[in-house]
């Protein structure tokens, strides 16, 4: 079993940032992708960023640019960096990572929310 715990939402300005952290813990198991999904109110959920355990990324159109992804593979630790923030990016962001045979799993959630 993996547990998840998210950090860094909170409120912010336009053009401002934030920087969201998720630390994986648990036993017997190996960690390969890791990323970030958001999912904004009456919106389905979407594509953050996700980074592998090699370090390569993919990021959503609409953060591109803005947000980088990086990660602690010692720590088992996903990081998001999120810079000009915009309203647009209000949203509950959730922590992905995917573990051996493709297992996935999900933190809570962290609210993001940027004022105009």
């Known amino acids: 079993q993996v547990q998840l715990v998210e950090s860094g939402g909170g409120l912010v300005q336009a053009g401002g940032s934030l920087r969201l952290s998720c630390a994986a813990s648990g036993s017997g198991f190996s960690i390969n992708t890791m990323g970030w999904y958001r999912r904004a109110p009456g919106k389905q959920r979407e594509l953050v960023a996700v980074?592998?355990?090699?370090?390569?990324?993919n990021y959503g159109d609409s953060v591109k640019g803005r947000f980088t992804i990086s990660r602690d593979n010692a720590k088992n630790t996903v990081y998001l960096e999120m810079n000009s923030l915009k309203p647009e990016d209000t949203a509950v962001y959730y922590c992905l990572t995917v573990v051996t045979l493709g297992v996935e799993y999900w933190g809570q959630g962290t609210q993001v929310t940027v004022s105009s």
């Open positions: 980074i592998s355990r090699s370090g390569n990324t």
